[in-house]
């Protein structure tokens, strides 16, 4: 199994910056695919962005430019750099983990982190 802990959330003014993290532990040998999505109160969950192994990244058009995704692959870790915040960025961020491969040689898919709120707001 995998848990994912997000980190860095928090209320932040227009046009601010914030940095999220998310930390994966478990018998990981390596994880395809990372990404961070949101839910805004009232609407559905949608992607913000998501980067492979090997460093492609799919961002959504709403973000683009303001948002960055960067990983690091030895420490399971995935980041999302938000700058130039906007009041319709308020949401729970949520991390996710595709396509874990174990030490054990097995494979695992499509984990979830519990969550952390951003609010943009002055």
């Known amino acids: 199994q995998v848990q994912l802990v997000e980190s860095g959330g928090g209320l932040v003014q227009p046009g601010g910056s914030l940095r999220l993290s998310c930390a994966a532990s478990?018998?990981?040998?390596?994880?395809?695919?990372m990404g961070w999505y949101r839910r805004a109160p009232g609407k559905q969950r949608e992607l913000v962005a998501t980067?492979?192994?090997?460093?492609?990244?799919n961002v959504a058009d709403s973000v683009k430019g303001r948002f960055t995704i960067s990983r690091d692959n030895a420490k399971n870790m995935v980041y999302l750099r938000m700058s130039s915040l906007r009041p319709e960025d308020t949401a729970v961020y949520y991390c996710n983990a595709d396509r874990v491969e174990y030490y054990s040689g097995s494979y695992g898919y499509d984990y979830w982190g519990q969550g952390t709120q951003v609010t943009v707001s002055s």
């Open positions: 478990g018998s990981i040998r390596s994880i395809n695919a």
């Open positions: 980067i492979t192994s090997g460093g492609r990244t």
